[in-house]
């Protein structure tokens, strides 16, 4: 989708919703379901930096969160959208080596090889062996702590029936989410040209794939440093008073993100007795393995990059939003340039507080938090957006029917399920809500788009257009 909103002209996702289909009851309806995705997934971002602030620091993780804002705010205060791409640039290089050095360091170190990538599968054998003599998913939990899990499933287990529907399931909806989220679609209203979109999302997708490509071995590796015995790493099996004594055990314990217990008081440390929080692992993770301070501090600074990045477009997305789409467009159209760029970054600094105040109350996990961000996004935007590119037939009508009843119908499930205390249809838990929400949007804009006229000759010729690739911007002239 991003060469063509490219060509389109429009510089927001609600500026090319309103434009598309005209009027401002759409324009609206994007705003909101673009401020209640981005703000969900800025508060999982604002929680990822208060994560990495509060181990650094030693403080508090709701004291933390305040410390990540204030970088991130730099960060969007000094400069726009086409500025925040570049820094992007900047830290991403900083946490694709962050991400990468710490496997290859483990692999080597283990005797994997320089490739863990493609190297892993016997440290995935050893993972699988050190379960079976570990008693993992046999042993279970016999105390808990809010936010923190002992590990009960195996490494490598082959789903089926329903556990891969839902692994099919939570795939498809990051793939929506993605091609949803207004933060990275305004990605591509930086670029000089269509061309050079088509060409930034090619690269886009390499540098992901480097970083998706590499997940799996630091889980295999991580995993492997803590179960295996004849590791000097390793802590399931031994003795509880020299892993209480262990500095990374101690530093992660202060903070609340890690503990072990005694529970059955033989002295011993087993795996239904060490409990983490998953969002800490690849932070933990060269501590783990006994790597040299300074690759923990590269990984911490990788952390805070990613967090940052994410949460520098999000901010904007939502500040521009509101000033542009919001106060300019339907409020004050007489509103000059410095008036919308005070109001951007007063809302800049309040959306950010708010942000870090539901960051800090810990309702979700960032996991969780980034999923629901991807499945309210996806609910009420993805159709209106796909369609609007490429079936002229669709009209306002259909459009704001399909963003309100899949926005509503999607929250309204999320509520159910997690909330209420509602069973999941067919394992589509709180994490799945977004395909809900996409039949629900689907069905409503086709049905009421069939139900009313067709958009006039201008509006489908100015879709015809915007399908050329060449060419100057639908919308360069008057936009």
Not at 201 to 230: C, G, M, R
Not at 341 to 365: H, M, N
Not at 369 to 396: H, T, Y
Not at 404 to 414: D, E, M, N, Q, V
Request: charged letters at 15%.
């Amino acid at each position: 989708m991003a060469p063509y909103l490219r060509k389109f002209g429009c510089y927001t996702v609600p500026d090319y919703i309103g434009t598309r289909y005209g009027g401002n009851t759409a324009r609206l309806c994007a705003v909101i379901v673009l401020v209640v995705a981005s703000f969900t997934y800025v508060t999982a971002q604002i929680n990822a930096t208060g994560t990495i602030s509060s181990r650094a620091l030693q403080i508090p993780f709701e004291v933390g969160v305040w410390f990540g804002l204030l970088g991130i705010l730099l960060c969007s205060m000094l400069g726009g959208m086409r500025a925040v791409t570049w820094t992007q640039v900047a830290q991403y290089i900083v946490l694709i080596i962050a991400y990468v050095v710490p496997v290859i360091w483990m692999s080597n170190k283990q005797g994997f090889g320089l490739i863990p990538q493609i190297a892993y599968g016997d440290a995935v054998a050893r993972v699988m062996e050190l379960e079976v003599i570990q008693q993992v998913g046999a042993l279970k939990p016999t105390e808990a702590f809010a936010g923190l899990r002992a590990l009960t499933v195996e490494h490598v287990t082959a789903g089926t029936g329903l556990a891969s529907w839902k692994f099919v399931t939570l795939a498809f909806m990051m793939m929506a989410g993605t091609a949803s989220l207004p933060h990275i679609l305004m990605r591509y209203f930086t670029t000089p040209s269509v061309r050079e979109a088509r060409q930034s999302v090619a690269w886009s997708l390499l540098f992901i794939f480097l970083l998706y490509f590499t997940a799996p071995a630091l889980a295999t590796f991580t995993k492997l440093q803590v179960l295996d015995p004849n590791l000097a790493t390793g802590i399931i099996g031994k003795a509880f008073a020299d892993v209480a004594a262990l500095d990374w055990i101690q530093k992660w314990s202060n903070v609340g993100f890690l503990q072990i217990v005694d529970s059955n008081g033989d002295g011993i440390l087993q795996i239904n007795e060490f409990f983490m929080r998953g969002d800490i692992v690849v932070l933990a993770t060269p501590e783990i393995a006994g790597l040299p301070f300074v690759i923990s501090g590269l990984v911490a600074a990788g952390g805070m990059a990613a967090a940052m990045s994410t949460a520098d477009g999000l901010l904007l997305a939502i500040a521009n939003a509101l000033s542009h789409d919001l106060y300019y467009k339907m409020i004050d159209p007489t509103a000059d340039t410095r008036k919308r760029l005070v109001a951007a970054r007063v809302l800049l600094i309040g959306i950010g507080a708010a942000g870090a105040l539901v960051a800090s109350l810990k309702l979700t996990s960032i996991l969780g938090a980034v999923a629901w961000a991807f499945n309210f996004a996806a609910s009420g935007l993805f159709f209106p957006l796909v369609l609007g590119i490429w079936w002229k037939r669709a009209n306002r009508q259909g459009a704001i029917a399909g963003m309100a009843l899949g926005f509503l119908a999607g929250t309204a499930y999320l509520i159910y399920v997690r909330f209420l205390g509602g069973e999941p249809w067919i394992g589509l838990d709180h994490l799945r809500f977004g395909i809900v929400g996409m039949a629900v949007s689907l069905v409503a804009m086709v049905v009421v788009t069939r139900m009313t006229e067709e958009p006039d000759e201008e509006t489908q010729k100015m879709v015809d257009d915007m399908r050329v690739p060449r060419g100057a911007s639908v919308l360069a002239s008057e936009h």
